[in-house]
């Protein structure tokens, strides 16, 4: 499968999670990168409507609920 790079910004707290599972699997030699993709790939393979639920998440982080 091709891939394509783009970049993205995310929270410090994100950061840190992320960098969390990247030392908890390093059995693993995974990379933020991979995970991220894992994280999405489950996502948008799932039997949700993403577009709803994406929309619903963006709301919530903006309020502060999220």
Request: include cysteine; charged fraction near 35%; charge should be neutral.
């Amino acid at each position: 499968m091709a891939k394509e790079k783009f970049g993205v910004a995310v929270d410090k707290k994100i950061v840190r999670e992320v960098d969390e599972l990247v030392a908890e699997c390093d059995d693993l030699g995974v990379s933020r990168s991979e995970i991220v993709e894992a994280n999405l790939t489950a996502f948008l393979q799932s039997e949700t409507n993403h577009v709803e639920r994406v929309r619903a998440i963006i709301i919530r982080k903006r309020k502060g609920t999220l």
